[in-house]
């Protein structure tokens, strides 16, 4: 067995500390490389979202232009029906007072017209009434009746119900007369 100096052993753990020490550095080296890698994909990450933060805060700030126009266009509107409104009623008053004029002026006229008098109003008058034909009106004649107005006609509607039961008693009036049961 050899036997080894201290000067020997510290040697060897000097070779094996440096040995540990290369070791570390590697692993160091490669983990600050991983580190490195991380804080440069952390940076690229942060440079999209910053660029994402800008996308959205435009588009929000051309939501909100667009809100505004919007709310706009709305109050213009709400504005122009509004004066609508007030010109239709407006329009509709004015409508009512000429009806209202008009139903005066009728009742007006209708007051001041004189009944119809179809003798005195016609030239042919007997004639017409006996033989039929055409009227013929006097100048100045207002004539009140017009060929486009139709005259209600009594139906002649057949009630064969009521025809029915007439002869139905009428025969058992005369069964029974000759029967002599009355």
């Not at 040697?11 to 500390?17: N, Q, S, Y």
């Not at 009623?89 to 017209?113: I, Y």
Request: proline share 2%.
């Amino acid at each position: 067995m050899q036997r080894y100096t201290k000067v020997e052993i510290w040697m060897d753990e000097a070779e094996a500390l440096a040995l540990k020490a290369q070791e570390r550095e590697k692993v160091s080296r490669e983990e600050g490389a991983a580190l490195r890698a991380q804080l440069q994909q952390a940076a690229e990450d942060a440079r999209q979202l910053a660029t994402a933060k800008d996308e959205l805060s435009r588009v929000l700030q051309d939501t909100r232009q667009k809100l505004d126009d919007a709310e706009r266009q709305l109050d213009m509107v709400k504005k122009e029906l509004e004066a609508m409104r007030s010109e239709k009623d407006s329009r509709v008053a004015e409508l009512e007072r000429r009806l209202e004029e008009a139903d005066r002026e009728m009742e007006s006229l209708r007051l001041r017209m004189p009944p119809p008098q179809i003798e005195s109003d016609t030239e042919n008058y007997m004639k017409w009434r006996f033989c039929g034909g055409t009227l013929k009106l006097k100048k100045g004649a207002v004539p009140t009746k017009f060929e486009c107005q139709k005259t209600k006609r009594a139906s002649s509607i057949t009630r064969s119900g009521y025809d029915k039961r007439q002869k139905i008693d009428f025969y058992e009036n005369l069964l029974t007369k000759k029967c002599g049961h009355q």
